[in-house]
């Protein structure tokens, strides 16, 4: 029987929401072992001078927890 975890991440980039997503996935990757899922909670902007400068993704990610 395995145990999960789930743990939550808020990735940015100056791109899109699809590239803060991955920017949280790939940082997940570096210190999570055995990740199984991901799951977008919220998408965010930053605005200035009525642009939008930097998009930000919330995700939750579920990793299987070792033994």
Same mark, same amino acid.
């Given at each position: 029987? /395995?145990?999960? !975890?789930?743990? #939550?991440i808020?990735?940015?980039?100056?791109?899109?929401?699809?590239?803060?997503?991955? *920017? /949280?996935?790939? !940082?997940?990757? #570096?210190?999570?072992?055995?990740?199984?899922?991901?799951?977008?909670?919220?998408?965010? *902007?930053?605005?200035?001078?009525?642009?939008?400068?930097?998009?930000?993704?919330?995700?939750?990610?579920?990793?299987?927890?070792?033994?």
């Amino acid at each position: 029987m /395995a145990v999960a !975890r789930v743990t #939550k991440i808020i990735g940015s980039s100056p791109r899109s929401w699809q590239d803060a997503v991955n *920017a /949280a996935l790939k !940082r997940a990757n #570096k210190t999570l072992r055995n990740l199984t899922g991901l799951h977008v909670l919220e998408q965010k *902007a930053r605005i200035e001078k009525g642009k939008i400068t930097e998009y930000r993704a919330t995700v939750e990610v579920t990793f299987i927890l070792e033994d």
